[in-house]
C-alpha cells in the first residue's frame, strides 16, 4: 500500500508571498492531519480534516488554512508568508474510523522564506 | 493542559550499550501513547501504540513500556543504524489532536 505524499518536497518563497501545499493520504484513510515542525518549537499541530470537514484545529494564525477533497486529497494554505513560517510541513493521516488510531506521516515539505 | 516531556535532549551511546528514553506526560484522559523515530529530513516513522498502564511492545531491539505519567523505550544493543531522532506523542480522550515531545536526538557510536 504506497504512504503519504507530499508534494512539492521544498519550496523557497519571498515574504508576503502565499503557498499551497498538497497531501495525498493513504488510500481508504478520510482523516488528514497538518503539523508545523521547526527545531525551536518542534512538532505543532495545525489542523485536521476529516471527510471534507474540519474537525479540529491548532492554535495558529488564520493565515494557516486547509481544505480537503472528496477524494480525501488535502491541501494547506499559507497566506502572507512570513520569515518564521520556515519549517517542515508534515501531513499525517489514518483512517479517522477508530477510537484511537495511528497516524503515519508523509516525507514533508520543506519551506524557506527569504 | 496536555503536556509531553523527553528526556534526555541528547543522549549518545556506544554500539551494543543499551540504554532508554523517558516520555513524561501530563493528559486529562490518555487514550494513546505513540512512538516514532525521525530521521534527519525525512517524515516520523511509525514505533509503537500503547492505550494502557502496564502494556509493553517490541520491535527488535526496541521496547515501550507504559505507565499512568511516563512510557520508556528501551533499546537494547543499539546498531549505529539505530541514530535518530525518537519522538514520543499523546492523544487525550478528549481531543482528535496528537501532542508531540521535543524529542530525543540519539547517537550511536562504532
Known amino acids: 500500500k504506497a504512504g503519504v505524499t507530499q508534494t512539492p518536497r521544498y519550496l523557497i518563497k519571498t515574504r508576503g508571498q502565499q503557498v499551497t501545499l498538497s497531501c495525498s493520504p493513504i488510500s481508504g484513510h478520510r482523516s488528514v492531519s497538518w503539523y508545523q515542525q521547526t527545531p525551536g518549537q518542534g512538532l505543532q499541530f495545525l489542523f485536521e480534516y476529516f471527510s471534507e470537514t474540519q474537525r479540529n484545529k491548532g492554535n495558529f494564525p488564520g493565515r494557516f488554512s486547509g481544505r480537503q477533497f472528496s477524494n480525501s486529497r488535502s491541501e494547506m494554505n499559507v497566506s502572507t508568508l512570513e520569515l518564521g513560517d520556515s519549517a517542515l510541513y508534515l501531513c499525517a493521516s489514518r483512517s479517522g474510523a477508530g477510537v484511537s488510531e495511528t497516524q503515519y506521516f508523509g516525507p514533508g515539505t520543506r519551506l524557506l522564506v527569504l | 493542559e496536555d503536556q509531553v516531556t523527553q528526556s534526555p535532549e541528547a543522549l549518545r551511546l556506544q554500539e551494543g550499550e543499551s540504554s532508554s528514553l523517558n516520555c513524561s506526560y501530563t493528559v486529562s484522559g490518555l487514550r494513546g501513547l505513540f512512538w516514532y523515530r525521525q530521521d534527519p529530513g525525512k517524515g516520523p516513522e511509525f514505533l509503537f501504540t500503547?492505550?494502557?498502564a502496564g502494556e509493553e511492545k517490541e520491535k527488535e531491539r526496541l521496547k515501550a513500556t507504559l505507565t499512568k505519567k511516563e512510557s520508556f523505550l528501551h533499546i537494547t544493543a543499539p546498531k549505529p543504524e539505530d541514530s535518530a531522532t525518537y519522538l514520543c506523542?499523546?492523544?487525550?480522550?478528549?481531543?482528535?489532536?496528537?501532542?508531540f515531545g521535543a524529542g530525543t536526538r540519539l547517537t550511536v557510536k562504532p
Open positions: 500503547l492505550y494502557s
Open positions: 506523542a499523546v492523544q487525550a480522550v478528549n481531543n482528535n489532536d496528537m501532542r
